[in-house]
T-cell receptor, first 116, second 118 residues
Framework: AQKITQTQPGMFVQEKEAVTLDCTYD???????LFWYKQPSSGEMIFLIYQGSYDQQNATEGRYSLNFQKARKSANLVISASQLGDSAMYFCAMKLGGGSQGNLIFGKGTKLSVKP | DTGVSQDPRHKITKRGQNVTFRCDPI?????LYWYRQTLGQGPEFLTYFQNEAQLEKSRLLSDRFSAERPKGSFSTLEIQRTEQGDSAMYLCASSQLQGPSSYNSPLHFGNGTRLTVT
């Protein structure tokens, strides 16, 4: 069965330092996409970064990078130079290429708190 | 603002009442999704449309739930005979199908409708 696991319910990081949020996934489908979303306390889900299963290089978007290790089925999010505004819930999600193309499967999330 | 908009932002209703939520997707997006999120959990998929066709429904979508997208633009989600267990944030999202497979297209979410059933 397809599944996303985020093992860190909460993380703390000092402002200006880097932090890694863990995500592992489980699927037998060879085609899939991995996504990270940020959800501030206001509730909106903000798309951060995408990694495709066939992508050879790790995705980067500004201060966000995705450490994609396909053999380990992990897709960790790295946030560099943390800012106070990064405090939020972070969700890892997966979408499959075949079969259910509509279903974005989410993990339970990690609450990141950035300390000044 | 050209993002996904949802209305209302908050809804408080008594058990047994019917409620309806509206979602307006990003105008050029042909796919529209509904998700439900309870406290401390990630969003759970309910259903999605491609244009006006409802292509998939989750087992979470009981007979009391119905979603429509009559003209392939906005969508409504109706819950009949609400129960306290329906209390949650209902999120709408949209995306644009790119090529034969959609797994590379991100979903863009609205701010959600928070439902409280008393």
């Amino acid at each position: 069965a397809q599944k996303i696991t985020q093992t860190q319910p909460g993380m703390f990081v000092q402002e200006k330092e880097a932090v890694t949020l863990d995500c592992t996934y489980d699927t037998s489908d060879p085609s899939y996409g991995l996504f990270w979303y940020k959800q501030p306390s206001s509730g909106e889900m903000i798309f951060l970064i995408y990694q495709g299963s066939y992508d050879q290089q790790n995705a980067t978007e500004g201060r966000y990078s995705l450490n994609f290790q396909k053999a380990r089925k992990s897709a960790n999010l790295v946030i560099s130079a943390s800012q106070l505004g990064d405090s939020a819930m972070y969700f890892c999600a997966m979408k499959l290429g075949g079969g259910s193309q509509g279903n974005l499967i989410f993990g339970k999330g990690t609450k990141l708190s950035v300390k000044p | 603002d050209t993002g996904v908009s949802q209305d209302p932002r908050h809804k408080i209703t008594k058990r047994g009442q019917n409620v309806t939520f509206r979602c307006d997707p990003i105008s050029e997006h042909n796919r529209l999704y509904w998700y439900r999120q309870t406290l401390g959990q990630g969003p759970e998929f309910l259903t999605y449309f491609q244009n006006e066709a409802q292509l998939e429904k989750s087992r979470l979508l009981s007979d009391r739930f119905s979603a429509e997208r009559p003209k392939g633009s906005f969508s409504t989600l109706e819950i009949q005979r609400t129960e306290q267990g329906d209390s949650a944030m209902y999120l709408c999202a949209s995306s644009q199908l790119q090529g034969p497979s959609s797994y590379n297209s991100p979903l863009h979410f609205g701010n959600g409708t928070r439902l409280t059933v008393t």
